[in-house]
């Protein structure tokens, strides 16, 4: 199963292979930061104020979850 990380990238990641994930600050927006097992970081900005934008909160729950 793959979940999608961000909505304008595309970008999907397998549950499986994920190391681990925290969320942040930076530039005074919340990110989800998302470390893989190969040691690939993906950041995503909290963006679910926007009407297509990523919820990073309903993100690492879903990828929680699916652990």
């Not at 930061?33 to 900005?45: F, L, P, T």
């Not at 104020?49 to 909160?57: A, L, R, V, W």
Request: proline share 1%.
């Amino acid at each position: 199963m793959m979940i999608l990380l961000e909505k304008r990238t595309r970008l999907a990641v397998n549950p499986d292979d994920v190391s681990s994930m925290s969320v942040g600050t930076s530039n005074g927006y919340a990110v989800l930061e998302v470390r893989m097992k190969s040691g690939e970081k993906h950041r995503i900005k909290d963006t679910a104020h926007c009407s297509d934008g990523d919820n990073i909160f309903a993100l690492h729950k879903q990828l929680l979850e699916a652990k």
